[in-house]
């Protein structure tokens, strides 16, 4: 199957720094990708949508100005996580949609950030 | 917006034991998948129904999407300790373009 990476797959960052992870089709390319949020024991939460070439969709409630979304090519989008807060640290997860008609999605193995 | 409720939340049983997580959604949907996500692991998609009344079976794990195409199940039998995880449904409606989640029911199983 199609697989997806992400990095780092950890990161801990100081209290007002910025963080970028990757996310990269390694296997088939994506015009589109998804960036998630899980916290513990909890459910995935869709912070945007990611379009390549174009700007990312962000879901309702979402600081597009905070989680800076890049997706430059079709096998590479970035989330930029700015100025980042003790409230700000989650599993982060990327995901991309087969190319077919099913829309079934390849997770990123997540990016797990800590901010202190 | 498109809520997709999932019970229940947690589930333990006995190794041996049958269990089942229940799938709602506030509208219709396009199709709806399934994905098993282990402890400190990502999702891993399990199945897609998308057909009224879909029945799909995969070894002890059978999946069901309703008649009107708002509710789902999966069902385990006989489980056993490899089936550990929480399950989410993920509802698919064309308009939306994206699925959204459910909440996920975390499945521990004593041997």
């Known amino acids: 199957g199609a697989v997806v990476s992400q990095h780092p797959s950890w990161v801990i960052c100081k209290s007002g720094t910025s963080v970028k992870i990757e996310c990269r089709s390694l296997d088939f390319q994506a015009t589109t990708m998804f960036w998630y949020r899980q916290f513990p024991k909890q459910s995935l939460m869709l912070m945007a949508t990611?379009?390549?070439?174009?700007?990312?969709?962000?879901e309702q409630g979402v600081e597009k100005d905070k989680f800076l979304i890049n997706h430059a090519s079709l096998t590479l989008s970035t989330l930029t996580v700015t100025s980042a807060h003790p409230e700000d640290s989650s599993f982060y997860i990327c995901?991309?949609?087969?190319?077919?008609?099913?829309?079934?999605?390849?997770f990123g193995p997540g990016t797990r950030l800590t901010v202190t | 917006g498109q809520q997709v409720m999932q019970i229940p939340q947690y589930q333990h049983v006995q190794e041996g034991e049958d269990f089942t997580t229940y799938c709602n959604s506030s509208?219709?949907?396009?199709?709806i998948q399934w994905y098993k996500q282990r402890p400190g692991g990502h999702p891993v998609f399990l199945i897609q129904l998308v057909k009224s009344g879909e029945v799909k079976k995969q070894k002890r794990l059978t999946f069901q999407f309703g008649e009107a195409k708002k509710n789902s199940s999966l069902h385990i039998t006989a489980t056993q300790t490899t089936d550990v995880g929480t399950y989410f449904c993920a509802g698919l409606t064309t308009n939306a373009g994206k699925s959204t989640f459910g909440d996920g029911t975390t499945l521990t199983v004593k041997p």
């Open positions: 990611s379009n390549e070439g174009s700007k990312a969709t962000y």
């Open positions: 509208t219709t949907l396009s199709n």
């Open positions: 995901s991309a949609p087969s190319s077919g008609a099913s829309y079934e999605q390849y």
